[in-house]
């Protein structure tokens, strides 16, 4: 079974911090992405990455980066977290087009 | 960014009926389709994936696929409360690489 794990379940943040989450996966996946979910706003791309060291944007870039040093693990960067990032951001790993899901962390920023 | 459209619902059907969602997409290069369950408060979970018109089932889900007309289709036979989720079509449209475009949800309430 593919397993895709998140740093954290639940996050709480001040206006300004810097923000780090991560990802790992275990099934050697050359494709990793980052979404953020909204109610009435569904899915968003935030960021993908097909390789190491390689990124591209997705849909609704601003206000984050990503990292990824090794293939197993991609990092979400928020460099000063905003009240209008508070969300559920979820990783996603592919093989190919099938994408499996980490289980989600809820940010909240204050 | 072309769409991915779905009925918000709910969507109710008596327990032991079957479920119909709905998905209709906008870029006619899709070649590849996915259906998510997500109960309240989890991740997506990938179901069905359908590639070529037609049927294609698992067990109590079938797949349905209509290029042509551009929609995909989910059909949940025996419903089961258990089965009450919010169910999200992912559509890959053509020159996205790997990235897939998902619509909003159909919320599904199987009542006992």
């Known amino acids: 079974d593919v397993k895709v794990t998140q740093s954290s379940r639940y996050l709480v943040k001040r206006t300004g911090e810097k923000v780090f989450l991560e990802c790992v996966q275990d099934?050697?996946?050359?494709?990793m992405f980052w979404y953020r979910q909204d109610p009435g706003l569904g899915l968003r791309l935030i960021y993908f990455?097909?390789?190491?060291?390689?990124?591209e944007k997705g849909d609704i870039p601003e206000g984050y980066s990503v990292s990824r040093e090794k293939k197993e693990r991609f990092s979400l960067i928020l460099e000063s977290a905003s009240t209008n990032q508070t969300s559920m951001y979820l990783c996603?790993?592919?093989?190919?087009?099938?994408?499996?899901f980490g289980p989600g962390t809820r940010l909240t920023v204050t | 960014q072309k769409e991915v459209e779905q009925n918000s619902g709910p969507l109710s059907v008596p327990e032991g009926a079957i479920a119909s969602l709905n998905c209709t997409y906008s870029?006619?290069?899709?070649?590849?389709f996915f259906w998510y369950r997500q109960y309240s408060g989890k991740s997506p979970e990938l179901i069905m994936s359908?590639?070529?018109?037609g049927d294609k089932e698992d067990g109590r889900f079938t797949a349905q696929l209509n290029k042509a007309s551009q929609y995909v289709s989910l059909l949940i036979r025996d419903s089961q409360p258990s089965d009450s989720a919010t169910y999200l079509c992912?559509?890959?449209?053509?020159?996205?690489?790997?990235?897939?475009?998902f619509g909003k949800g159909t919320s599904l309430l199987v009542t006992p």
């Open positions: 990455s097909y390789d190491v060291k390689m990124k």
């Open positions: 099934m050697d996946h050359e494709n």
């Open positions: 870029d006619r290069g899709s070649q590849s």
């Open positions: 996603a790993s592919s093989r190919g087009f099938e994408q499996y």
């Open positions: 992912a559509v890959n449209e053509a020159n996205s690489g790997y990235a897939l475009n």
């Open positions: 359908i590639y070529s018109n």
